[in-house]
């Protein structure tokens, strides 16, 4: 994951999700808000296991994340959107 500067283009930070074990891919639209960004990831391996993460936007930082298994991913739906 990376964050970068919206004016600019220029890297703020960046995790990278292999520490978390596997060999983890990001699908869908990460879910940003102010103070987090929500996103998923995925190892598609017969052992794998998916995250869910929220991260703070500013510096990279990982505030929670927790395990939900394969075939996670996020869909970002506003306010206005139907189910």
Known sequence: ??????AT?????????ARDGGQPEFHG?????????????????????GYVYAIDPANGTVRWKTAIGRGSMTRAISSSSEP
């Open 29 to 49: 639209a990460p879910l940003v808000e102010s103070d987090r960004v929500i996103l998923a990831s995925d190892d598609r391996s017969s052992d794998g296991v």
């Open 1 to 6: 994951m990376h964050g970068v500067d919206k």
């Open 9 to 17: 283009g220029a890297p703020r930070w960046r995790y990278d999700a």
